[in-house]
């Protein structure tokens, strides 16, 4: 098969699948640029409510595929910029699932989206210093936003990998699980995230992404959209709530 995104809905739940076993799903310029329109699907399907990025077998993702260095490293950090702020602007919970190497673009991906469980014995890295390669900016901050200032230099001025246990304790992952308990915990809480309000998450995804121009709209979208009616009642009535809204109404 060729180096690919795969992807499948169930549940409410879209899973992204990073695609290339014979370069430890390294990303392509394919892949790349194949990323951004596939979430703008996603996007706009109703019955999608949250999104799992994962890597196809044992790893997540090693980074981007050298041989797009090779040939331009320009365009290839211009597309997986692009890719990278695509998910990172996904207006639905996104979660990474790590297993193995996470490394490069790989982190990359991973710190744009919202959330990052990994197993034990995955391995994170930002290896740009070993290959004289300029972070891009927005992969840089995203980085300090979620790590602090020291933990983003260590990584990227030294290219070397950490284990799991550190990345949990500085940030970088969320939630570390037993090896092979990876899916059944992101499967528990998916299930989780899409018996909530998507209107209060996608609410709250804007604010905690540092949108300061948004209150009237969502004061207005919760005035419109049911959700709040309808969880105060189903609270009141001591029953699970049935929420309904699915995007942005007009108003």
Partial sequence: ?????????????????????????AMTAEMWR???????GLAADPAVRALVLTGEGGTFCAG???STLRESPERAQRLAVLAEEALAAFPKPTLAAVRGHCVGGGTQLA???DLRFAEESAL?????????????ASATRRLVALTGPATAKYLLFGGELIDAARA???????????????????????RVLVSRSLLSQA???EFANGRTDRDA???????????????????LERRPPRFGWSGPTSG
């Fill in 111 to 113: 710190a744009a989206c």
């Fill in 203 to 205: 609410a709250a995804k």
């Fill in 217 to 235: 709209h969502w004061a207005g979208q919760a005035r419109s959209g049911g959700d709040t009616a309808e969880g105060v009642g189903a609270f």
């Fill in 168 to 190: 949990l304790r500085t940030g970088l992952a969320d939630e570390v699980l037993p090896d092979g308990e990876l899916d059944k915990r992101v499967a528990e809480f998916t």
């Fill in 1 to 25: 098969m060729e180096p690919q995104l795969l992807h499948s809905v169930a549940d409410s739940v879209a899973t992204v699948v990073i695609h290339h076993p014979a370069k430890r799903n």
């Fill in 34 to 40: 194949a990323l951004p329109p596939l979430l703008d």
């Fill in 124 to 136: 994170f890295g930002v290896t740009p210093a070993k290959l004289g390669v300029v972070y891009p």
């Fill in 64 to 66: 981007a595929d050298i």
